[in-house]
């Protein structure tokens, strides 16, 4: 009787441990997909807004090449 039981929590304990792992897998790759398309999208606007000529007549950037000094 005692060699079932212990092996009936021995199944239960992987069980767990399974479902606590499947858990932590899920939880990781919705994260590191959240940050893959926050880290682009701040790459984009940072890309775009940096770049030297991006506003043809002001920037709110002062100092850059294109001439505009700022009020």
């Known amino acids: 009787m005692k060699s079932s ?5 021995t199944v239960e304990y992987i069980f767990i441990l399974a479902f606590i792992l499947f858990l932590g897998v ?3 790759s919705l994260f590191t997909g ?3 398309d926050s880290m682009g ?4 606007v940072l890309s775009t807004n940096v770049t030297v000529g ?3 007549h002001e ?9 505009y000094e700022g009020p």
Do not use: E, L, P
Request: proline share 0%.
């Open 5 to 9: 039981r212990r092996g009936q929590a």
């Open 26 to 28: 899920k939880i990781t």
């Open 34 to 36: 959240f940050f893959r």
């Open 41 to 44: 999208n701040v790459g984009h």
């Open 54 to 56: 991006v506003c043809a």
């Open 59 to 67: 920037c709110f950037f002062a100092g850059y090449v294109n001439g």
